[in-house]
């Protein structure tokens, strides 16, 4: 499995963003409010994550008092990063659809709640793309740097 890239994730953000703006310029008005429980139900994920990356990278590396890891377990970590990279990229750029399409009316109290918790969103999934690639960074094999290094023919 390759690492993600931060570019196709950069992509996803910018494509989804455009997309939902577009639909949200004849629907907003028709929608309700965007739910705040998003912001604290991602930082949670992300936390999550970032936490299981760190306590994964010292059994990884075998630090006195963790137990070996079971190579089966970071192949799924692995996995779960990679699928929540990629989750979060899509949601952080619908909520940034969803502030794009607001900007112009913030002197309106919807709008202007809906770019708060939008951008509030927005800033979550973008810790949560962060907490995912850190935690696949995590599980890698210590010898991966020097492979990395070496030239390919």
């Known amino acids: ?7 196709l994730l ?3 953000v910018v494509v989804f963003a455009l997309i939902t703006w577009a639909l949200l310029q004849k629907t907003y008005s028709e929608l309700q409010t965007l739910p705040w429980t998003a912001i604290p139900t991602v930082l949670l994920l992300a936390i999550g994550e970032a936490y299981t990356g760190w306590a994964t990278r010292a059994r990884i ?16 970590l692995v996995a779960l990063a990679k699928a929540t990279a990629l989750a979060g990229s899509v949601f952080a750029g619908i909520f940034a659809g969803f502030v794009l399409r607001v900007l112009d009316l913030l002197s309106l109290p919807q709008p202007r709640y809906d770019a708060l918790v939008g951008g509030g969103s927005f800033i979550a999934c973008v810790l949560l793309i962060c907490a995912a690639l ?3 960074y995590c599980c890698r094999v210590p010898g991966d740097r020097e492979k990395d290094k070496r ?3």
Do not use: F, N, W
């Not at 499995?1 to 570019?7: A, I, L, T």
């Not at 590396?61 to 799924?76: E, L």
């Open 1 to 7: 499995m390759k690492p993600s890239r931060p570019g």
């Open 10 to 12: 950069v992509v996803l």
């Open 61 to 76: 590396h075998r630090k006195p008092g963790t137990k070996p890891v079971d190579p089966i377990a970071v192949a799924r």
């Open 134 to 136: 850190y935690l696949e």
């Open 151 to 153: 030239p390919t023919q």
